[in-house]
């Protein structure tokens, strides 16, 4: 439950950007709404004023945005999303996409049929996924929707700069899909990476796509900075932190009595809408800052601001 404080357990703060919800610290930030103009009287008695909420916005974040909900255009929210971001915590906001294009990556992922099983076992991380296969070059085969979105999130970057107050110089080159089949899952891990040409980690993106999924099957995001906290998979919910040497984290193994759908060649009556995957799209926005991994460390290691709960 949220704390006086305005934070939560478990160093999670929590948005709705569909509507009020129990478990958020604002409970909820706005309808879900088409454009901001919508959002006026709904906002009022919410206490937010979004008045001006599309003024100063880069053109990514104006009211026809087609991708994110009305939570990014109000700027109060998203002031407080940066200051927890900064302070270490998980930032979790609900409905995070407008419906239609949640529904849209959703229906991508479920349909796609090309998945490459990775493992990977190392002294730091080990781990069992499903990545979305499809060409890295041409991306001709690739889901239109999720490819439509990983341009969109290349191109936003300086709306997501605001978050580490710093300048972002990229979003990975090809889109990161994963599905968590049984038995997959991810080792604790803090994300803190620099990646070769690409520079520092500077934000997390975790954007989880699950629907009718069992908590008992696993699959579970669990956070362990300023305690712990469970997170099972959910449609439509993101995830953002700054990568740090106490953001650790993990997906619990997804168990034996998950569903775990057929290829198509091998049930007749393949239906997408029917189908229960673990889903996430996810990746880490990148600068060239070479002090950032330093400062960082700094910041949490030697008491500056450690994270708090």
């Known amino acids: 439950p949220p704390r006086a404080d305005g934070s939560s357990a ?26 901001v103009d919508d959002a006026a009287s709904a906002a009022a008695q919410l206490g937010l004023n979004l008045s001006n909420s599309s003024q100063n916005l880069p053109q990514s974040m104006q009211p026809h945005d087609p991708w994110l909900n009305a939570w990014a255009a109000d700027p109060e929210t998203w002031a407080e999303v940066g200051r927890r971001f900064r302070r270490g915590q998980l930032v979790q906001i609900k409905g995070a996409l407008r419906e239609e294009a949640a529904e849209a990556l959703y229906r991508d992922l ?16 080990q781990y069992s996924r499903h990545n979305l ?15 439509a979105f990983h341009n969109y999130l290349g191109a936003s970057l300086s709306f997501w700069s605001q978050l580490p107050l710093i300048e972002l110089s990229q979003w990975p080159p090809w889109p990161m899909a994963t599905w968590y089949r049984r038995g997959d899952y ?28 069992h908590r008992e099957w696993g699959g579970a995001l669990w956070w362990f900075s300023g305690g712990v906290a469970e997170h099972p998979p959910e449609f439509n919910t993101l995830y953002l932190f700054e990568p740090s ?49 330093a400062r960082v460390k700094d910041k949490y290691l030697n008491n500056a601001d450690k994270p708090r709960g």
């Open 245 to 293: 040497p106490v953001s650790m984290h993990m997906v619990s193994p997804v168990t034996a009595a998950a569903p775990d759908d057929l290829e198509p060649h091998e049930v007749a009556d393949f239906v997408a809408s029917k189908v229960i995957r673990r889903l996430t799209i996810s990746g880490w926005f990148t600068t060239k800052d070479p002090y950032l991994l």
């Open 133 to 147: 296969m499809c060409s890295k070059t041409t991306f001709h085969d690739c889901p239109k929707n999720l490819i």
């Open 10 to 35: 478990g160093g999670t703060a929590c948005w709705s950007g569909s509507g009020a919800d129990a478990a958020c610290v604002l409970e909820g930030a706005i309808a879900a709404l088409a454009a």
């Open 186 to 213: 991810i080792s604790p891990h803090s994300d803190l990476a620099s990646q070769a040409e690409f520079g520092p980690r500077a934000i997390s993106f975790i954007l989880s796509l699950t629907k009718g999924w």
């Open 110 to 125: 479920s349909q796609h049929m090309q998945w490459e099983a990775q493992v990977f076992n190392a002294s730091d991380i």
